[in-house]
Protein backbone atom coordinates (compact mmCIF):
# COMPACT_ATOMS: atom_id res chain seq x y z
CA UNK A 1 0.00 0.00 0.00
CA UNK A 2 0.92 3.01 -0.87
CA UNK A 3 1.84 5.70 2.16
CA UNK A 4 3.37 8.67 1.98
CA UNK A 5 7.42 9.60 2.12
CA UNK A 6 7.38 10.95 5.76
CA UNK A 7 5.62 7.80 7.39
CA UNK A 8 8.02 5.46 5.54
CA UNK A 9 11.07 7.25 6.47
CA UNK A 10 9.00 7.05 9.89
CA UNK A 11 8.30 3.44 9.77
CA UNK A 12 11.90 2.84 8.54
CA UNK A 13 13.61 4.57 11.72
CA UNK A 14 11.04 2.28 14.24
CA UNK A 15 12.44 -0.57 12.69
CA UNK A 16 15.79 0.24 12.90
CA UNK A 17 15.12 1.13 16.73
CA UNK A 18 15.26 4.66 16.68
CA UNK A 19 12.77 6.24 19.48
CA UNK A 20 14.50 9.45 19.94
CA UNK A 21 14.83 12.02 17.54
CA UNK A 22 16.23 15.86 18.18
CA UNK A 23 14.56 18.57 16.29
CA UNK A 24 13.55 22.24 15.44
CA UNK A 25 10.16 22.30 14.25
CA UNK A 26 9.51 24.09 10.51
CA UNK A 27 7.46 24.08 7.60
CA UNK A 28 9.84 21.77 5.20
CA UNK A 29 10.24 18.49 7.53
CA UNK A 30 6.54 19.03 9.77
CA UNK A 31 4.99 16.17 7.75
CA UNK A 32 8.10 14.22 8.83
CA UNK A 33 7.79 15.31 12.43
CA UNK A 34 3.70 14.26 12.54
CA UNK A 35 4.43 10.65 11.21
CA UNK A 36 7.44 10.21 13.97
CA UNK A 37 4.80 11.25 16.75
CA UNK A 38 2.29 8.82 15.39
CA UNK A 39 4.61 5.77 15.15
CA UNK A 40 5.80 6.59 18.92
CA UNK A 41 8.86 8.26 18.79
CA UNK A 42 9.98 10.86 20.98
CA UNK A 43 10.39 14.18 19.71
CA UNK A 44 12.90 16.13 22.05
CA UNK A 45 12.52 19.93 20.06
CA UNK A 46 15.23 22.22 21.06
CA UNK A 47 15.80 25.90 20.87
CA UNK A 48 18.45 26.02 18.16
CA UNK A 49 19.37 23.28 15.64
CA UNK A 50 22.97 23.67 16.60
CA UNK A 51 21.80 22.26 19.85
CA UNK A 52 19.74 19.06 18.70
CA UNK A 53 22.96 18.04 16.49
CA UNK A 54 24.83 18.09 19.31
CA UNK A 55 22.36 16.59 21.48
CA UNK A 56 21.82 13.35 18.85
CA UNK A 57 26.10 13.86 19.51
CA UNK A 58 25.50 13.34 23.31
CA UNK A 59 23.15 10.42 22.82
CA UNK A 60 25.13 8.21 20.24
CA UNK A 61 28.69 8.80 21.73
CA UNK A 62 27.47 7.73 25.20
CA UNK A 63 26.11 4.89 23.91
CA UNK A 64 27.04 3.67 20.54
CA UNK A 65 23.56 3.94 19.52
CA UNK A 66 22.60 5.72 16.53
CA UNK A 67 21.30 9.37 17.47
CA UNK A 68 18.92 11.08 15.08
CA UNK A 69 18.15 14.95 14.69
CA UNK A 70 16.05 16.39 12.18
CA UNK A 71 16.64 20.06 10.62
CA UNK A 72 14.79 22.53 7.81
CA UNK A 73 17.26 22.82 5.00
CA UNK A 74 19.40 25.89 4.74
CA UNK A 75 20.21 27.47 7.90
CA UNK A 76 18.84 24.88 9.90
CA UNK A 77 21.73 22.97 8.31
CA UNK A 78 24.47 25.31 9.08
CA UNK A 79 23.27 25.77 12.35
CA UNK A 80 23.72 21.86 13.02
CA UNK A 81 27.23 21.37 11.15
CA UNK A 82 28.99 22.24 14.63
CA UNK A 83 26.99 19.34 15.76
CA UNK A 84 27.85 17.01 12.74
CA UNK A 85 31.54 18.29 12.55
CA UNK A 86 31.35 16.84 16.41
CA UNK A 87 30.55 13.67 15.17
CA UNK A 88 32.49 12.93 12.59
CA UNK A 89 35.61 13.85 14.46
CA UNK A 90 33.91 11.70 17.34
CA UNK A 91 33.08 8.47 15.64
CA UNK A 92 29.26 8.96 16.39
CA UNK A 93 26.87 6.93 14.78
CA UNK A 94 24.41 10.32 13.82
CA UNK A 95 22.01 10.37 11.29
CA UNK A 96 20.76 13.62 10.15
CA UNK A 97 17.34 14.25 8.47
CA UNK A 98 18.07 17.24 6.52
CA UNK A 99 14.95 19.42 4.88
CA UNK A 100 15.29 20.71 1.28
CA UNK A 101 13.22 22.79 -0.81
CA UNK A 102 11.59 21.40 -3.43
CA UNK A 103 13.14 19.45 -5.98
CA UNK A 104 12.44 21.13 -9.18
CA UNK A 105 13.78 24.66 -7.65
CA UNK A 106 17.04 22.64 -6.18
CA UNK A 107 19.80 24.54 -8.36
CA UNK A 108 17.76 27.33 -9.96
CA UNK A 109 18.90 29.87 -7.25
CA UNK A 110 15.45 30.78 -7.08
CA UNK A 111 16.07 32.52 -3.64
CA UNK A 112 13.32 30.54 -1.89
CA UNK A 113 13.40 30.11 1.71
CA UNK A 114 16.04 28.11 3.56
CA UNK A 115 17.78 27.94 -0.24
CA UNK A 116 21.44 26.96 -0.51
CA UNK A 117 23.73 26.93 -3.70
CA UNK A 118 24.47 23.52 -2.86
CA UNK A 119 23.24 21.77 0.86
CA UNK A 120 24.39 17.82 -0.31
CA UNK A 121 27.93 18.93 -0.91
CA UNK A 122 28.00 20.37 2.36
CA UNK A 123 26.28 17.62 3.92
CA UNK A 124 29.06 15.43 2.29
CA UNK A 125 31.85 17.24 3.71
CA UNK A 126 30.79 16.72 7.40
CA UNK A 127 29.81 12.89 7.16
CA UNK A 128 31.06 9.79 5.88
CA UNK A 129 28.23 9.82 3.89
CA UNK A 130 25.32 12.03 2.26
CA UNK A 131 22.21 11.24 -0.25
CA UNK A 132 19.01 12.74 -1.45
CA UNK A 133 15.77 10.56 -2.11
CA UNK A 134 15.41 12.30 -5.73
CA UNK A 135 12.25 10.40 -6.07
CA UNK A 136 9.69 8.99 -3.66
CA UNK A 137 10.61 5.06 -4.75
CA UNK A 138 13.98 5.60 -3.79
CA UNK A 139 13.40 6.04 -0.08
CA UNK A 140 13.84 2.43 1.12
CA UNK A 141 17.26 1.97 -0.78
CA UNK A 142 18.44 5.31 0.89
CA UNK A 143 17.58 4.56 3.95
CA UNK A 144 18.98 0.65 3.64
CA UNK A 145 22.24 2.48 2.62
CA UNK A 146 22.02 5.17 5.34
CA UNK A 147 21.87 2.26 8.16
CA UNK A 148 23.86 -0.19 6.69
CA UNK A 149 26.69 2.94 7.10
CA UNK A 150 25.69 3.49 10.35
CA UNK A 151 26.15 -0.60 11.60
CA UNK A 152 29.20 -1.05 9.73
CA UNK A 153 32.45 -0.10 9.41
CA UNK A 154 33.78 3.16 10.87
CA UNK A 155 30.86 4.85 12.82
CA UNK A 156 30.74 8.37 10.83
CA UNK A 157 27.43 10.23 10.89
CA UNK A 158 25.34 10.17 7.45
CA UNK A 159 22.74 12.38 6.48
CA UNK A 160 19.53 11.57 4.05
CA UNK A 161 18.66 15.25 2.53
CA UNK A 162 14.54 14.99 2.10
CA UNK A 163 12.66 17.10 -0.86
CA UNK A 164 9.82 19.06 0.45
CA UNK A 165 7.45 17.69 -2.44
CA UNK A 166 9.57 14.00 -2.11
CA UNK A 167 8.22 14.05 2.09
CA UNK A 168 4.28 14.43 0.93
CA UNK A 169 4.65 12.37 -1.93
CA UNK A 170 2.78 8.47 -2.14
CA UNK A 171 5.42 6.19 -2.25
CA UNK A 172 4.82 1.81 -2.43
CA UNK A 173 6.86 -0.67 -0.91
CA UNK A 174 10.50 -0.87 -3.22
CA UNK A 175 12.92 -3.50 -3.19
CA UNK A 176 15.26 -3.11 -0.12
CA UNK A 177 18.60 -2.17 -1.03
CA UNK A 178 21.00 -4.84 -1.61
CA UNK A 179 22.92 -4.61 1.60
CA UNK A 180 26.80 -5.63 1.22
CA UNK A 181 27.91 -8.22 2.90
CA UNK A 182 28.84 -7.61 7.05
CA UNK A 183 32.53 -7.17 7.91
CA UNK A 184 34.54 -10.12 8.09
CA UNK A 185 37.33 -11.61 10.44
CA UNK A 186 40.68 -10.62 10.25
CA UNK A 187 43.38 -11.98 8.49
CA UNK A 188 44.63 -14.76 10.04
CA UNK A 189 48.41 -14.26 8.65
CA UNK A 190 48.00 -10.94 10.33
CA UNK A 191 46.71 -12.12 13.20
CA UNK A 192 49.44 -14.58 13.93
CA UNK A 193 52.04 -11.76 12.91
CA UNK A 194 50.59 -9.41 15.40
CA UNK A 195 50.80 -11.93 17.79
CA UNK A 196 54.18 -13.03 17.48
CA UNK A 197 55.45 -9.45 18.01
CA UNK A 198 53.31 -9.18 21.35
CA UNK A 199 55.06 -12.59 22.48
CA UNK A 200 58.60 -11.60 21.80
CA UNK A 201 58.40 -7.94 23.27
CA UNK A 202 60.33 -7.06 25.77
CA UNK A 203 58.27 -3.49 26.50
CA UNK A 204 54.97 -4.05 25.07
CA UNK A 205 52.33 -1.13 25.60
CA UNK A 206 48.96 -1.13 24.13
CA UNK A 207 47.07 1.81 23.34
CA UNK A 208 42.87 2.04 22.95
CA UNK A 209 40.61 4.50 21.48
CA UNK A 210 37.12 5.05 21.08
CA UNK A 211 36.89 2.35 18.25
CA UNK A 212 37.63 -0.59 21.04
CA UNK A 213 34.96 0.63 23.42
CA UNK A 214 32.80 -2.24 23.14
CA UNK A 215 36.00 -4.42 23.31
CA UNK A 216 36.45 -4.08 27.12
CA UNK A 217 36.58 -7.55 27.89
CA UNK A 218 39.21 -8.44 24.99
CA UNK A 219 41.74 -6.27 25.96
CA UNK A 220 41.78 -6.17 29.41
CA UNK A 221 42.02 -10.47 28.61
CA UNK A 222 44.75 -9.86 26.35
CA UNK A 223 46.49 -7.02 28.83
CA UNK A 224 46.64 -9.87 31.78
CA UNK A 225 47.76 -12.51 29.35
CA UNK A 226 50.50 -10.44 28.26
CA UNK A 227 50.50 -8.75 31.06
CA UNK A 228 51.27 -5.06 29.14
CA UNK A 229 50.79 -1.73 30.50
CA UNK A 230 47.41 -0.05 28.96
CA UNK A 231 46.93 3.31 28.61
CA UNK A 232 44.44 5.74 26.53
CA UNK A 233 44.22 8.83 24.63
CA UNK A 234 40.93 10.83 25.74
CA UNK A 235 38.72 9.05 23.60
CA UNK A 236 39.18 5.43 24.98
CA UNK A 237 39.71 6.54 28.42
CA UNK A 238 37.74 3.81 30.43
CA UNK A 239 37.39 1.44 28.72
CA UNK A 240 40.02 -0.81 31.00
CA UNK A 241 39.17 1.50 34.12
CA UNK A 242 41.71 3.86 35.21
CA UNK A 243 42.02 1.93 38.77
CA UNK A 244 43.33 -1.34 37.36
CA UNK A 245 46.45 -2.68 38.32
CA UNK A 246 47.38 -2.40 33.94
CA UNK A 247 46.03 0.81 33.76
CA UNK A 248 48.84 3.56 33.29
CA UNK A 249 48.01 7.43 32.43
CA UNK A 250 48.70 8.39 28.94
CA UNK A 251 51.59 11.15 30.49
CA UNK A 252 53.17 7.95 32.00
CA UNK A 253 53.33 6.36 28.65
CA UNK A 254 54.76 9.56 26.80
CA UNK A 255 57.68 8.68 30.20
CA UNK A 256 58.12 5.13 28.28
CA UNK A 257 57.59 6.09 24.79
CA UNK A 258 61.63 5.71 24.50
CA UNK A 259 61.75 2.45 25.96
CA UNK A 260 58.72 1.02 24.05
CA UNK A 261 59.68 -2.09 21.65
CA UNK A 262 56.16 -3.00 20.04
CA UNK A 263 52.43 -1.09 20.52
CA UNK A 264 49.21 -2.04 19.94
CA UNK A 265 46.85 0.98 18.95
CA UNK A 266 43.11 -0.83 18.90
CA UNK A 267 40.47 1.56 17.97
CA UNK A 268 42.59 4.87 18.04
CA UNK A 269 44.30 7.17 15.20
CA UNK A 270 47.53 7.24 17.87
CA UNK A 271 47.75 10.49 16.65
CA UNK A 272 49.98 11.71 19.43
CA UNK A 273 52.40 8.92 19.66
CA UNK A 274 52.71 9.24 15.41
CA UNK A 275 53.09 12.92 15.36
CA UNK A 276 54.10 14.62 18.41
CA UNK A 277 56.27 11.50 20.27
CA UNK A 278 58.29 10.55 17.41
CA UNK A 279 58.75 6.63 15.46
CA UNK A 280 61.48 5.36 14.52
CA UNK A 281 62.76 2.00 13.04
CA UNK A 282 62.97 0.16 16.32
CA UNK A 283 59.68 0.41 17.70
CA UNK A 284 56.84 -1.88 15.80
CA UNK A 285 53.26 -0.72 15.60
CA UNK A 286 50.37 -3.35 15.35
CA UNK A 287 47.09 -1.25 14.15
CA UNK A 288 43.76 -2.47 14.56
CA UNK A 289 41.08 -0.48 12.49
CA UNK A 290 37.49 -0.42 11.26
CA UNK A 291 38.83 2.50 8.24
CA UNK A 292 41.59 1.15 5.97
CA UNK A 293 42.48 4.50 5.56
CA UNK A 294 43.73 5.01 9.14
CA UNK A 295 46.06 2.06 9.12
CA UNK A 296 48.79 3.43 7.51
CA UNK A 297 47.70 7.18 7.29
CA UNK A 298 50.71 8.28 8.89
CA UNK A 299 53.01 5.11 8.40
CA UNK A 300 52.85 1.88 7.39
CA UNK A 301 52.24 -0.19 10.51
CA UNK A 302 54.21 -3.55 10.90
CA UNK A 303 51.10 -5.38 11.56
CA UNK A 304 47.57 -4.04 10.21
CA UNK A 305 44.61 -5.76 11.50
CA UNK A 306 41.43 -4.48 9.61
CA UNK A 307 38.56 -5.48 11.48
CA UNK A 308 36.38 -4.80 14.54
CA UNK A 309 38.74 -3.96 17.86
CA UNK A 310 36.81 -7.25 19.88
CA UNK A 311 37.12 -9.72 17.03
CA UNK A 312 40.40 -8.78 16.41
CA UNK A 313 41.40 -9.13 20.37
CA UNK A 314 39.29 -11.98 20.87
CA UNK A 315 41.39 -13.69 18.09
CA UNK A 316 45.04 -12.32 19.31
CA UNK A 317 44.08 -13.32 22.58
CA UNK A 318 42.19 -16.82 21.78
CA UNK A 319 46.61 -17.69 20.32
CA UNK A 320 48.06 -16.00 23.57
CA UNK A 321 50.04 -17.92 26.07
CA UNK A 322 50.41 -16.73 30.20
CA UNK A 323 53.33 -14.36 29.40
CA UNK A 324 55.72 -14.10 32.64
CA UNK A 325 55.82 -10.78 34.10
CA UNK A 326 58.49 -8.68 32.57
CA UNK A 327 59.75 -7.35 36.01
CA UNK A 328 62.38 -5.04 34.68
CA UNK A 329 59.59 -3.57 32.65
CA UNK A 330 57.35 -3.15 35.01
CA UNK A 331 59.57 -1.65 37.02
CA UNK A 332 59.61 1.49 34.67
CA UNK A 333 56.32 1.29 34.23
CA UNK A 334 55.65 2.02 38.04
CA UNK A 335 58.11 4.87 37.75
CA UNK A 336 56.48 6.41 35.71
CA UNK A 337 53.18 6.08 37.17
CA UNK A 338 55.10 7.75 40.18
CA UNK A 339 56.74 10.69 38.25
CA UNK A 340 53.19 11.22 36.63
CA UNK A 341 51.67 11.68 39.88
CA UNK A 342 54.04 14.61 41.26
CA UNK A 343 54.19 16.13 38.06
CA UNK A 344 49.80 16.34 38.49
CA UNK A 345 49.85 17.55 41.64
CA UNK A 346 50.80 20.83 40.34
CA UNK A 347 47.66 21.51 39.25
CA UNK A 348 45.55 22.63 42.09
CA UNK A 349 42.95 23.94 42.89
CA UNK A 350 42.03 21.86 39.82
CA UNK A 351 42.65 18.65 41.10
CA UNK A 352 40.78 19.45 44.30
CA UNK A 353 37.92 19.94 42.25
CA UNK A 354 38.21 16.92 40.21
CA UNK A 355 38.10 14.87 43.38
CA UNK A 356 35.04 16.24 44.60
CA UNK A 357 33.56 15.52 41.19
CA UNK A 358 34.18 11.88 41.25
CA UNK A 359 33.33 11.18 44.68
CA UNK A 360 30.08 12.61 44.16
CA UNK A 361 29.69 11.41 40.51
CA UNK A 362 28.83 7.05 40.79
CA UNK A 363 31.42 5.17 38.88
CA UNK A 364 28.60 4.72 35.81
CA UNK A 365 27.57 8.08 36.17
CA UNK A 366 28.78 10.54 32.75
CA UNK A 367 31.66 13.25 32.93
CA UNK A 368 30.64 15.51 29.72
CA UNK A 369 34.18 17.99 29.36
CA UNK A 370 34.37 21.12 28.19
CA UNK A 371 37.51 23.24 27.07
CA UNK A 372 37.77 24.55 30.34
CA UNK A 373 40.29 25.08 33.30
CA UNK A 374 38.54 22.25 35.04
CA UNK A 375 38.01 20.30 31.96
CA UNK A 376 41.45 20.42 30.69
CA UNK A 377 43.19 19.22 33.59
CA UNK A 378 40.04 16.52 33.80
CA UNK A 379 42.01 14.78 30.78
CA UNK A 380 45.10 14.50 32.47
CA UNK A 381 43.63 13.77 36.81
CA UNK A 382 39.59 12.81 37.06
CA UNK A 383 39.32 9.25 37.15
CA UNK A 384 37.37 7.49 34.57
CA UNK A 385 35.47 4.06 35.78
CA UNK A 386 33.50 2.64 32.57
CA UNK A 387 33.55 2.54 29.17
CA UNK A 388 31.72 5.74 27.35
CA UNK A 389 31.25 7.98 30.64
CA UNK A 390 33.93 10.41 29.26
CA UNK A 391 32.31 12.29 26.59
CA UNK A 392 34.58 14.95 24.62
CA UNK A 393 34.55 16.75 21.45
CA UNK A 394 37.74 14.80 20.42
CA UNK A 395 40.33 16.64 18.06
CA UNK A 396 37.10 19.47 17.25
CA UNK A 397 38.02 21.16 20.15
CA UNK A 398 34.66 22.66 20.37
CA UNK A 399 34.01 25.46 22.66
CA UNK A 400 30.15 25.49 24.03
CA UNK A 401 29.44 21.99 22.94
CA UNK A 402 28.82 20.22 26.78
CA UNK A 403 25.62 21.32 27.82
CA UNK A 404 23.60 20.86 25.27
CA UNK A 405 26.13 17.28 24.74
CA UNK A 406 25.07 16.54 28.42
CA UNK A 407 21.32 16.69 27.54
CA UNK A 408 21.77 14.34 24.72
CA UNK A 409 23.59 11.83 27.07
CA UNK A 410 20.82 12.27 29.81
CA UNK A 411 18.07 11.14 27.54
CA UNK A 412 19.85 8.16 26.39
CA UNK A 413 20.82 7.15 29.45
CA UNK A 414 17.56 8.32 31.62
CA UNK A 415 18.96 6.00 34.97
CA UNK A 416 22.56 7.41 35.33
CA UNK A 417 23.62 10.99 36.33
CA UNK A 418 25.23 12.98 33.94
CA UNK A 419 27.45 16.17 35.32
CA UNK A 420 28.71 18.44 32.54
CA UNK A 421 31.67 20.37 33.36
CA UNK A 422 31.84 23.79 32.05
CA UNK A 423 33.33 27.40 31.99
CA UNK A 424 32.05 30.67 31.94
CA UNK A 425 32.62 31.33 28.37
CA UNK A 426 31.35 27.95 27.08
CA UNK A 427 28.24 27.46 29.10
CA UNK A 428 26.59 30.07 27.64
CA UNK A 429 26.47 28.91 24.13
CA UNK A 430 23.83 26.52 25.19
CA UNK A 431 22.64 27.93 28.25
CA UNK A 432 19.34 28.87 26.83
CA UNK A 433 18.23 25.01 26.21
CA UNK A 434 17.81 25.28 29.95
CA UNK A 435 14.76 25.82 28.80
CA UNK A 436 14.48 22.45 26.67
CA UNK A 437 15.72 20.69 29.90
CA UNK A 438 13.06 22.20 32.35
CA UNK A 439 10.09 21.22 29.22
CA UNK A 440 11.61 17.85 28.67
CA UNK A 441 12.52 17.01 32.15
CA UNK A 442 16.29 16.04 31.53
CA UNK A 443 17.86 16.60 34.63
CA UNK A 444 21.68 17.31 33.63
CA UNK A 445 23.58 18.57 36.58
CA UNK A 446 25.95 21.42 35.32
CA UNK A 447 28.69 23.06 36.91
CA UNK A 448 29.82 26.30 35.57
CA UNK A 449 33.67 27.47 36.86
CA UNK A 450 33.35 30.89 36.53
CA UNK A 451 36.47 33.23 36.02
CA UNK A 452 34.68 36.15 33.58
CA UNK A 453 36.83 35.39 31.15
CA UNK A 454 37.91 32.78 28.03
CA UNK A 455 40.24 31.88 31.06
CA UNK A 456 42.57 29.45 28.52
CA UNK A 457 42.74 32.08 26.13
CA UNK A 458 43.35 34.66 28.38
CA UNK A 459 46.26 32.52 30.29
CA UNK A 460 47.89 31.91 26.97
CA UNK A 461 47.97 35.27 25.58
CA UNK A 462 49.46 36.25 28.68
CA UNK A 463 52.21 33.89 28.46
CA UNK A 464 52.67 34.77 25.11
CA UNK A 465 52.19 38.46 24.31
CA UNK A 466 52.16 40.09 27.85
CA UNK A 467 49.03 41.05 27.95
CA UNK A 468 45.13 39.65 26.76
CA UNK A 469 42.87 41.13 24.17
CA UNK A 470 39.74 40.18 23.78
CA UNK A 471 38.98 37.87 26.79
CA UNK A 472 37.21 39.85 28.84
CA UNK A 473 32.85 38.85 29.71
CA UNK A 474 30.31 40.19 31.45
CA UNK A 475 28.01 37.22 32.73
CA UNK A 476 25.13 36.75 34.46
CA UNK A 477 24.15 35.73 37.54
CA UNK A 478 24.13 32.04 36.76
CA UNK A 479 21.66 31.15 39.58
CA UNK A 480 19.21 33.53 38.97
CA UNK A 481 19.68 32.61 35.01
CA UNK A 482 18.67 29.01 35.90
CA UNK A 483 15.57 30.28 38.50
CA UNK A 484 15.09 32.41 35.53
CA UNK A 485 14.16 29.04 33.31
CA UNK A 486 12.46 27.29 36.22
CA UNK A 487 15.78 24.93 36.84
CA UNK A 488 17.44 24.87 40.29
CA UNK A 489 20.37 27.54 40.47
CA UNK A 490 23.19 27.19 43.21
CA UNK A 491 26.62 29.26 44.01
CA UNK A 492 29.44 27.24 45.93
CA UNK A 493 33.01 28.49 46.74
CA UNK A 494 34.85 25.35 47.60
CA UNK A 495 35.38 22.37 46.73
CA UNK A 496 33.98 20.55 49.72
CA UNK A 497 30.74 22.31 48.97
CA UNK A 498 30.51 21.59 45.35
CA UNK A 499 30.61 17.67 45.84
CA UNK A 500 28.03 18.36 48.38
CA UNK A 501 25.79 20.62 45.86
CA UNK A 502 25.92 17.99 43.32
CA UNK A 503 25.07 14.69 45.39
CA UNK A 504 21.89 17.22 46.35
CA UNK A 505 21.49 18.18 42.89
CA UNK A 506 21.28 14.43 41.75
CA UNK A 507 18.54 13.95 44.09
CA UNK A 508 16.00 16.55 42.09
CA UNK A 509 14.35 14.46 40.10
CA UNK A 510 13.06 15.47 36.57
CA UNK A 511 14.76 19.32 36.60
CA UNK A 512 18.30 20.34 35.49
CA UNK A 513 20.67 22.13 38.30
CA UNK A 514 23.43 24.57 37.62
CA UNK A 515 25.57 24.85 39.91
CA UNK A 516 28.23 28.24 39.71
CA UNK A 517 31.54 27.95 41.33
CA UNK A 518 33.62 31.46 41.27
CA UNK A 519 36.99 31.25 40.27
CA UNK A 520 40.50 32.64 39.58
CA UNK A 521 43.16 31.82 36.95
CA UNK A 522 44.93 27.99 37.63
CA UNK A 523 47.87 26.79 36.59
CA UNK A 524 47.88 25.45 32.73
CA UNK A 525 48.19 22.14 32.40
CA UNK A 526 48.86 22.37 28.32
CA UNK A 527 52.83 21.10 29.29
CA UNK A 528 51.05 18.02 30.47
CA UNK A 529 48.80 17.68 27.35
CA UNK A 530 50.98 18.44 24.83
CA UNK A 531 53.99 16.67 25.09
CA UNK A 532 57.71 16.64 23.26
CA UNK A 533 59.20 13.97 20.98
CA UNK A 534 61.10 11.80 22.51
CA UNK A 535 62.19 9.29 19.72
Not at 512 to 528: A, C, F, L, S
Request: contains cysteine.
Amino acid sequence: MAVSVAARIADRLVEQDVSVVFTVPGEQIDPLLGELARAGVRLVHSRHEQAAAMMAYGYARSTGRIGVFACVSGAGVLYASAGLALGYSGDARMLCLAGQIAAPAIGRGYGLPHELPDQLTILRSLTGWAARVERPEQTDAVLGQAFHRLRHGRPRPVAVEIPADVLTARAAAAQPWPAPPADGPPDPDAVRHARRLLTEAERPLLFVGSGAREAAPEITRLARLLHAPVTADTGGRGIVPDDHELAIPLQAAHRLWPQVDVVLAAGTRLMRPQLQWGLDDRLKVIRIDLDPAELDRVAAPAAGLLADAARALGALADGTAQHAPRERWWASVEQARRDTAAEVRLLEPQLEYLAAMRSALPADGFFVEELTQIGLAARLAFPVLRPYTYVISTYQECLGFGFATALGVRIANPDRPVLSVSGDGGFLYTCNELATAVLHRIPVVAVVFNDNAFGNVARSQRNRFGHTVATELHNPDFVRLAESFGAHGVRVKTPEDLGTAIGTAFSHGGLPTVIEVPVGEMPTPWPQIHRPRVR
